[in-house]
């Protein structure tokens, strides 16, 4: 069944768009590796355009994607389906909350290479089982569970530890490979990626076999920190053989299914997977029932040998593993274990090495009941599909409702978030006019009050310069200027009569002038005549 979910994840100055895409269990890595690809190619490409953006109200528009984002990421978080990997501290003993998987809660001795990680793997925030991991080989080095009971779901959601590359960075779980590409730093230094076992003729075995898990503790052993390279046929025999040594041979013969302690492991090889992840050379498995009539039981299955599965004591194991090693605390049931109990232990998984099924005398009913199972399994699958494509249908149905309600939900409240906004810009602009309005008003009569006061004090200024003008005035002008007006009067007479006596005299010049202008033609015209005209005229 295909799923199909977004993630926005905010990033400085743009929206950030990822893609999660989980897969069935018959998914080949190459198929599933998609995931990484299409987040890879979202963050080289950038990010899909914004149509706010475009209108030019990119920020109202990032506001609104920040607020609904925030919003998703509250919903998402109150559903605990998400698993974690806690990377144990150097200052934690041992594996921390997930030492309950070991006898005592020790874990075994001897792993103290500094590139030794130690994992708590969790899923909805319950220890699922624990891992010691391997940065150098990039591989686990043996995983540590306890057996539940056969599993009943084989879907798959492979998941990568950011802490293991990234230390400083804010992870602190387990995510998918494709949501953290560009997000942690040196992502795949230190640990393998899907990307590794694509093309390789390799898939992701599992250390902790899934089908010896249920439930929440099966889902936790789909991680990346829990996979080895593997043949496709090496992986099915490995999960195979190992289900069935635990189911049929060790947990019938431990009177208390909850003290079996399980760790299996792998030797790594200088043979890499695309000159990174090493291919191990032995797959081993260390069992230990840490109850009365305890025992313990060691088995090992060679790379170059699918079919065998090899049992020995667990000293005889420790000593092909690295030196100093000790798997489990004290000798873990030696002491007291039953002869009887270990024979049939042996037996049984001697039978499950050569093929055989265990309980011989059932062989018979097992083969008819395996064939009727058969035909019962092919009449069926047609019907079984047929259901499994209406589940799919109907969940994707119910996914895209879900997310048509999402958009619905994100478009109204972009709206009333916008309108919120507007609003409240609205009334901060209004109360800020009327604030400074308020403030001007003080400062405005003050400011007239201030200018009377100058007039006033100009005014009174003016009246003392005049007065102090006005007494510096001399007093004899004062009285000469007093004295004028009568002064002017009085010489009215006297000027009418010098007036008149100059009229009058200016007649009687004209009048002599006249006068003597007229003797003076008449003199002239005597003594003409007086020249020119004969002396003799005038004796006749």
């Not at 909350?97 to 319950?126: A, S």
């Not at 998984?349 to 009913?365: A, C, K, L, M, P």
């Not at 009569?445 to 007039?455: M, P, Y």
């Amino acid at each position: 069944m295909f799923g199909f979910t977004t993630q926005k994840a905010l990033a400085p100055r743009r929206d950030r768009l990822w893609f999660h895409i989980s897969f069935p269990s018959h998914a080949t890595p190459e198929f599933q590796t998609l995931s990484g690809l299409a987040a890879a190619w979202t963050q080289s490409t950038g990010p899909l355009p914004n149509p706010a953006e475009a209108d030019g109200a990119s920020l109202s528009s990032r506001e609104c994607t920040m607020k609904t984002s925030i919003v998703f990421l509250l919903c998402i978080s109150v559903f605990p389906g998400f698993s974690q990997g806690r990377v144990v501290g150097e200052d934690e003993t041992g594996f921390a909350e997930c030492n309950v998987f070991f006898p005592g809660q020790v874990p075994p001795k001897g792993f103290t290479e500094p590139f030794h990680v130690k994992i708590c793997q969790q899923y909805n925030k319950e220890p699922r089982f624990a891992t010691l991991y391997s940065t150098k080989d990039k591989i686990p080095l043996y995983s540590a569970f306890k057996y539940t009971k056969p599993a009943q779901n084989k879907e798959e959601s492979w998941l990568v530890e950011p802490q293991i590359d990234d230390p400083e960075n804010d992870l602190h779980e387990m995510v998918h490979e494709a949501d953290i590409v560009g997000t942690v730093a040196n992502l795949g230094a230190n640990q393998a990626l899907t990307s590794d076992y694509v093309g390789s003729g390799y898939e992701r075995g599992l250390l902790n076999p899934s089908l010896l898990n249920e439930e929440d503790f099966q889902m936790a052993t789909y991680t990346l920190t829990n996979a080895i390279p593997l043949s496709p046929s090496l992986s099915r025999s490995w999960q195979r053989d190992i289900g069935r040594v635990v189911e049929q041979a060790l947990v019938p013969h431990c009177s208390k299914k909850d003290h079996l302690y399980l760790l299996a492991g792998a030797i790594p090889s200088s043979v890499r997977v695309k000159g990174k992840v090493s291919v191990p050379e032995t797959l081993w498995l260390a069992a230990c029932c840490d109850a009365p009539e305890g025992w313990s039981l060691g088995l090992v299955k060679k790379m170059n040998d699918e079919i065998s599965l090899v049992d020995l004591t667990v000293g005889e194991l420790e000593k092909q593993l690295l030196a100093g090693v000790r798997l489990f605390k004290g000798k873990c049931g030696e002491d007291n274990k039953s002869q009887e109990k270990m024979e049939a232990i042996l037996q049984a998984v001697s039978q499950i090495g050569s093929g055989e099924q265990v309980g011989t005398s059932d062989n018979q009913e097992a083969k008819d009941g395996g064939l009727v199972r058969r035909v019962a399994g092919i009449i069926a699958t047609p019907f079984i599909k047929l259901l499994e494509l209406l589940i799919y249908v109907f969940v994707e149905l119910v996914k895209f409702v879900f997310y048509f309600l999402w958009l619905v939900i994100k478009r109204v409240g972009c709206a009333v978030l916008d309108g919120v906004y507007s609003l409240w810009n609205g009334v901060v602009s209004y109360l800020k006019a009327i604030s400074m309005v308020l403030i001007s008003i003080p400062y405005d009569v003050g400011r007239v009050i201030i200018n009377i006061v100058l007039g006033f004090l100009q005014i009174v200024q003016d009246v003392a310069s005049l007065t102090y003008r006005i007494l510096r005035i001399p007093v004899g002008f004062v009285l000469h200027l007093a004295a004028f007006p009568y002064q002017s009067i009085c010489a009215i007479p006297s000027v009418l009569k010098d007036m008149a006596t100059g009229i009058g005299g200016t007649f009687s010049l004209v009048i002599n002038a006249t006068a003597t202008l007229l003797h003076g033609f008449y003199y002239l015209a005597c003594h003409i005549v007086k020249r020119f005209v004969p002396k003799g005229s005038s004796d006749d």
